[in-house]
């Protein structure tokens, strides 16, 4: 069956998986096992037959296959010298029996191969025991960068980092490692230390390696700033790189990430679709733009991306919370089901449970929200988790809570007007608490004088306060510097609750020319309109009552775009 064993690998490797698992059920079922040499034909068979169903993601299966030849292995008499085992393959098959040399199973392949069926089966605990049996000096780079993964599961952050930074030392272009080990704290000098220790592939003259190393210096300054949520500076050093690296997707993708957290929408808007222009088929962060989209109320675009995603690759978390974004305006509840599957594809895609955690706002479970803002945070700290979490426990009537929340915010982020406002917006719930909201709005507005969601929030407790002329006059001095369909919005309602209601008819129409899709805008106008004609808005319609259900609750998706 030698032969037979030759094309199964070959067929392993060509990736036909389904070809090579059903010759590798020839091949287990038949390999003797009486003597030394059939013991290891088995072994070979096995992995390869776990290989295979690992190719065909039938992970417990290959999970199996892999232990059983771990099992025979250990049956095999070890006769072989360190000169033989160091000719064992990669892939952790055994030479053919035939050969002069019977080399034992490479064991510290197979236990990788153990620790990834675990892994791919969120059995992370199971996965890191594997690989703890790995011996250090014997680990590979994509062993270490697993094992860093593991452990950063598994809250050691430690050991995590010592993996990581030894993944960097084997290669200082493994980004994942850069990010992780940013997000853990390492400092830009830390960084330099180890990029000096990487070797110099290829005999690369010095020059270009210093030029390498200065512009991962870069990068890695900008994932340390981000890391410590320091976003205009990480920002800034992104918007250098782009001159030196025109057209790059992943910075221009990592600029408009950025600046959906920090609020800066419509600079975000427009990044995503550069990168979608340079390359369609992206999927990173695709889920971030629909959210954005969404928040536009910009269906005809959010639709056209769904679509396009779907096309692509419909299994990826990324199209689930796209989904959900399209679906929120119609049925909120199909819109979670959404969020949900995305994070069963990946428990780990923090845009999963920012977007299930406002779900569950929008539905009025704070309770769950809350639960589902801490679980992004467990993963990664920032803006909009802190966000969430405050504004559900208000909901909550948790109003120490949302203060604790808000000031941690506050203190992790010093130089961020957003968490001064995010303050400020528990302050403001209670009439006693409004000359403290004030003056961190204010403090938001000095930090940041284009923060217009601090403007937003100041004109508000101006009107709460009976200062409208004060809101009025605020809003205005704005809009003379940000035509801003939401500055609009804002006066509109304000001079419709003093009853001026053709100033507010006019700032209605200038925020529907801005954005024609805002839903707000549009709303606001029905209200207005009412309002003119002499009817109460608020009174209810005389079907409303008699009202049908939405037939096309449960239509398809299909027949949704």
Not at 254 to 264: D, M, N, S, T, W
Request: aromatic content about 6%.
């Amino acid at each position: 069956m030698e032969a037979a064993r030759e094309s199964m690998a070959a067929l392993v490797d060509a990736g036909l998986y389904d070809c090579a698992q059903t010759l590798g059920c020839f091949l287990v079922s038949s390999s003797p096992a009486s003597s030394e040499a059939g013991m290891s034909m088995k072994v070979e068979s096995l992995v390869l037959h776990g290989d295979a169903l690992h190719g065909e993601k039938e992970f417990r299966r290959a999970l199996s296959a892999y232990k059983q030849a771990m099992q025979y292995s250990k049956n095999i008499p070890r006769q072989a010298t360190s000169n033989t085992r160091s000719s064992v393959t990669a892939t952790g098959r055994s030479p053919s029996p035939n050969s002069s040399s019977l080399a034992p199973l490479n064991e510290n392949e197979v236990k990788f191969k153990i620790a990834l069926c675990y892994s791919a089966l969120r059995e992370h605990r199971e996965a890191l025991q594997e690989m703890e049996g790995i011996p250090s000096k014997a680990r590979t780079l994509k062993m270490n960068l697993m094992l860093g993964k593991l452990y950063r599961i598994s809250r050691n952050n430690r050991a995590a980092a010592v993996c990581y930074k030894e993944c960097l030392r084997q290669c200082p272009y493994v980004f994942e490692a850069i990010t992780a080990l940013a997000e853990m704290g390492l400092s830009s000098k830390e960084f330099s230390l180890i990029f000096s220790q990487a070797p110099n592939r290829g005999g690369k003259a010095p020059g270009d390696s210093l030029d390498a190393q200065r512009w991962w210096n870069r990068y890695v300054e900008a994932q340390c700033c981000i890391a410590s949520h320091d976003y205009k500076g990480g920002l800034d050093i992104y918007l250098d790189l782009m001159q030196r690296f025109l057209n790059n997707v992943h910075i221009l993708l990592e600029i408009a990430k950025v600046e959906a957290i920090i609020g800066r929408n419509d600079e975000a808007i427009m990044n995503f679709e550069k990168a979608r222009l340079i390359d369609p088929n992206i999927m990173t962060y695709m889920d971030e733009y629909a959210i954005l989209l969404k928040s536009k109320s910009d269906y005809t675009k959010l639709n056209k991306l769904v679509h396009d995603m779907l096309h692509i690759d419909p299994a990826r978390p990324e199209t689930c919370l796209a989904l959900a974004a399209l679906w929120e305006r119609k049925d909120e509840r199909k819109a979670l089901t959404y969020a949900e599957k995305s994070l069963r594809v990946d428990d780990r895609h923090i845009t999963g449970y920012i977007m299930k955690g406002n779900l569950h706002l929008l539905l009025n479970r704070p309770d769950l929200a809350v639960t589902d803002f801490r679980g992004a945070q467990e993963l990664r700290a920032d803006l909009r988790s802190y966000q969430g979490l405050v504004r559900a426990y208000l909901a909550l009537s948790k109003c120490k809570d949302a203060l604790f929340t808000a000031r941690e915010a506050m203190k992790v982020m010093h130089q961020s007007a957003k968490a001064l406002k995010l303050v400020g917006d528990v302050h403001a719930i209670s009439s006693s608490g409004r000359e403290k909201a004030r003056k961190f709005y204010e403090s938001a507005i000095r930090l940041e004088p284009g923060f217009l969601g601090a403007a937003l929030a100041l004109a508000d407790l101006h009107v709460a306060e009976g200062r409208n002329k004060d809101a009025v006059l605020l809003l205005e001095r704005y809009l003379r510097q940000w035509a801003d369909d939401s500055l609009h919005i804002k006066l509109a309602q304000v001079f419709a609750a003093t009853n001026m209601l053709s100033d507010a008819l006019s700032h209605y129409q200038s925020a529907l020319r801005i954005n024609p899709h805002n839903e707000a805008a549009k709303k606001g106008l029905e209200r207005l309109e009412k309002q003119m004609k002499g009817v109460d808005p608020d009174a209810p319609e005389e079907d409303e009552e008699n009202e049908a259900d939405d037939v096309d609750g449960d239509q398809d998706d299909a027949e949704l775009l």
